[in-house]
């Protein structure tokens, strides 16, 4: 019934979404996942990952063929293109296989399987899809935003951070520094995020296909929460960033070109017209989010899967202030905004006690609060730098500490918890 019902509340969001999209004349998630069938697909990458997740259900026989059959259709695709002439533009040159291995698998649940079997076929499916489709449902919040918030609040963000020193600016003189090498190693960690997320995911769903059920609480859950949630708040609070706000990529709306070299002048904040192409995804940070619920989950993992976590999250904090995409501030509301949402999963699943009720109340209203003071105590917040810094730290560090009290305190109550004991037969 739960999946049933979160297949049917996903289902309307999409159509919702889309229609809201093409009301804008812009392509929906939809209309965008259906094009990858034949075309050109925009990350083959995550199509592959998403396969992956697929996969946990099927035993290696079955994932093998699977493997074989996607890498089999996408030597047909390219073998086409290449015989057409067809230019895949932006697109990679596979991937369509794997959607069509994805999209077997729930012909063949319908209609070669029954009870169970079927069901878990079509749950992972289902999780194999979600993650592409949270892809398309992203990219189409980032034009909405774009065209239905004509300006942005990124002198008040500006103002905002000069408490933290300014990050982004340093970060982006040091990545300059670093060279080309630098640029693309970042680059590429920055974009494969998504398939970060996938490696601990499987790690956590490694026993799904020898169980024949999935565990209560895993990784792709918190990545598709944020995901679903992130959004609505650049809608509140629309922000396009210091690489554009500030900096070469702004061109006519910029403030000034400032970044990475100037910082701004603290300044009363205004509001900046902008133009109707730029996404305003900068608060929270989402990338910062996901790479907070990597590093969170890979904790439960052995070390290597550890040091990666670590190493994914430190290099996508200095990816996105490096290349100018956010804020510091952006990334200490994403930390917070992460570990509020994963603290709500957790809660939810242990049927909301007095210990995760706390922590989600005070997560929210840390949040709330972060965002209040970017919004109404920014000018405040650049004169007192020695003030306001420590605080926002301070306050970002107790959600943390808060999560994991109350972690180790569900873990002491569950190892405590007296197991049943074996009734003696009646005779």
């Given at each position: 019934?739960?999946?049933?019902?979160?297949?049917?509340?996903?289902?309307?969001?999409?159509?919702?979404?889309?229609?809201?999209?093409?009301?804008?004349?812009?392509?929906?998630?939809?209309?965008?996942?259906?094009?990858?069938?034949?075309?050109?697909?925009?990350?083959?990458?995550?199509?592959?990952?998403?396969?992956?997740?697929?996969?946990?259900?099927?035993?290696?026989?079955?994932?093998?063929?699977?493997?074989?059959?996607?890498?089999?259709?996408?030597?047909?695709?390219?073998?086409?293109?290449?015989?057409?002439?067809?230019?895949?533009?932006?697109?990679?040159?596979?991937?369509?296989?794997?959607?069509?291995?994805?999209?077997?698998?729930?012909?063949?649940?319908?209609?070669?399987?029954?009870?169970?079997?079927?069901?878990?076929?079509?749950?992972?499916?289902g999780l194999g899809l979600l993650l592409?489709?949270?892809?398309?449902?992203?990219?189409?919040?980032?034009?909405?935003?774009?065209?239905?918030?004509?300006?942005?609040?990124?002198?008040?963000?500006?103002?905002?951070?000069?408490?933290?020193?300014?990050?982004?600016?340093?970060?982006?003189?040091?990545?300059?520094?670093?060279?080309?090498?630098?640029?693309?190693a970042l680059d590429y960690v920055y974009?494969?995020?998504?398939?970060?997320?996938?490696?601990?995911?499987?790690?956590?769903?490694?026993?799904?296909?020898?169980?024949?059920?999935?565990?209560?609480?895993?990784?792709?859950?918190?990545?598709?929460?944020?995901g679903l949630v992130g959004p609505a708040?650049?809608?509140?609070?629309?922000?396009?960033?210091?690489?554009?706000?500030?900096?070469?990529?702004?061109?006519?709306?910029?403030?000034?070109?400032?970044?990475?070299?100037?910082?701004?002048?603290?300044?009363?904040?205004?509001?900046?017209?902008?133009?109707?192409?730029?996404?305003?995804?900068?608060?929270?940070?989402?990338?910062?989010?996901?790479?907070?619920?990597?590093?969170?989950?890979?904790?439960?993992?052995?070390?290597?899967?550890?040091?990666?976590?670590?190493?994914?999250?430190?290099?996508?904090?200095?990816?996105?202030?490096?290349?100018?995409?956010?804020?510091?501030?952006?990334?200490?509301?994403?930390?917070?905004?992460?570990?509020?949402?994963?603290?709500?999963?957790?809660?939810?699943?242990?049927?909301?006690?007095?210990?995760?009720?706390?922590?989600?109340?005070?997560?929210?209203?840390?949040?709330?609060?972060?965002?209040?003071?970017?919004?109404?105590?920014?000018?405040?917040?650049?004169?007192?730098?020695?003030?306001?810094?420590?605080?926002?730290?301070?306050?970002?560090?107790?959600?943390?500490?808060?999560?994991?009290?109350?972690?180790?305190?569900?873990?002491?109550?569950?190892?405590?918890?007296?197991?049943?004991?074996?009734?003696?037969?009646?005779?």
């Amino acid at each position: 019934m739960l999946w049933g019902t979160a297949a049917v509340i996903t289902l309307g969001f999409l159509v919702a979404l889309q229609l809201v999209a093409r009301h804008l004349g812009i392509p929906g998630p939809i209309t965008t996942q259906a094009r990858e069938v034949v075309y050109a697909p925009k990350s083959g990458f995550l199509l592959y990952a998403s396969m992956a997740l697929t996969m946990v259900v099927l035993t290696w026989r079955q994932r093998l063929t699977a493997l074989g059959a996607a890498v089999g259709i996408d030597l047909v695709f390219l073998a086409v293109r290449w015989a057409t002439g067809a230019d895949p533009g932006e697109g990679h040159p596979f991937g369509n296989g794997a959607l069509w291995v994805m999209l077997g698998l729930a012909v063949i649940a319908v209609t070669r399987r029954t009870g169970a079997e079927r069901l878990l076929l079509l749950k992972g499916v289902g999780l194999g899809l979600l993650l592409v489709t949270g892809r398309k449902t992203g990219d189409t919040w980032l034009l909405i935003t774009s065209q239905t918030r004509p300006v942005t609040l990124d002198p008040y963000i500006a103002m905002a951070d000069h408490a933290l020193g300014n990050p982004s600016w340093l970060a982006g003189r040091l990545l300059e520094a670093s060279g080309p090498v630098g640029r693309h190693a970042l680059d590429y960690v920055y974009a494969q995020l998504a398939v970060a997320a996938v490696v601990v995911a499987l790690y956590q769903l490694r026993h799904v296909a020898a169980e024949r059920r999935f565990p209560r609480h895993h990784l792709v859950r918190t990545f598709l929460v944020i995901g679903l949630v992130g959004p609505a708040v650049y809608m509140i609070y629309p922000v396009v960033g210091p690489i554009f706000a500030y900096g070469p990529d702004g061109g006519q709306w910029a403030v000034a070109n400032l970044w990475p070299d100037t910082l701004p002048p603290v300044t009363t904040p205004f509001k900046l017209p902008f133009d109707e192409i730029t996404p305003r995804n900068c608060m929270p940070s989402l990338h910062t989010a996901w790479a907070v619920t990597i590093f969170i989950h890979s904790r439960q993992g052995p070390r290597r899967l550890r040091v990666a976590g670590a190493f994914w999250l430190i290099a996508t904090l200095a990816a996105t202030l490096g290349f100018g995409w956010h804020y510091g501030v952006d990334l200490v509301a994403g930390v917070v905004f992460a570990y509020t949402i994963e603290a709500a999963l957790r809660s939810f699943d242990r049927g909301w006690d007095r210990a995760g009720v706390r922590l989600v109340g005070y997560g929210t209203t840390v949040f709330a609060l972060l965002l209040a003071s970017y919004r109404f105590l920014p000018l405040e917040m650049a004169r007192y730098p020695w003030l306001a810094g420590p605080l926002l730290l301070l306050a970002m560090a107790s959600v943390v500490r808060g999560y994991y009290r109350t972690v180790r305190l569900w873990d002491t109550d569950t190892l405590a918890a007296p197991r049943p004991q074996p009734q003696p037969e009646l005779v």
